[in-house]
Nanobody
Framework: QLQLVESGGGVVQPGGSLRLSCAAS????????IVWFRQAPGKDHEGVSC????????YYADSVKGRFTISRDSARKRVYLETNSLKPEDTAVYYC???????????????????RGQGTQVTVSS
């Protein structure tokens, strides 16, 4: 099973940026599309972004469109989420998860979400 480890979270002021990283341990990494989702205290999970296994397709939630950018590095088996112009409402634990689909250009930000890492905390506060 693909093991995932998130990192890169922290505390930033509104308008700041963070680069989140999702590291995978399995050689079959290129067979998976990757989803970033988040959970704020007292709220449901929210799909944030996804990238297809071939890297050609990416989707973003309306709440982050134009501010976040997802990318993948197959050589390093990592997926990155560049978060810019952060707002207090972006505060949450961010998780990455992986799934497979026979269509290499497919991904979805909607649940159900499969195996996830431990998450990385993002706090946006002045």
């Amino acid at each position: 099973q693909l093991q995932l480890v998130e990192s890169g979270g922290g505390v930033v002021q509104p308008g700041g940026s963070l680069r989140l990283s999702c590291a995978a341990s399995d050689l079959t990494f290129d067979q998976y599309y990757i989803v970033w989702f988040r959970q704020a205290p007292g709220k449901d999970h929210e799909g944030v972004s996804c990238i297809s296994s071939d890297g050609r397709t990416a989707y973003y939630a309306d709440s982050v469109k134009g501010r976040f950018t997802i990318s993948r590095d197959s050589a390093r088996k990592r997926v990155y989420l560049e978060t810019n112009s952060l707002k207090p409402e972006d505060t949450a634990v961010y998780y990455c998860t992986a799934d497979r689909n026979p269509i290499p250009s497919f991904c979805t930000i909607f649940p159900p979400y499969g195996h996830r890492g431990q998450g990385t905390q993002v706090t946006v506060s002045s």
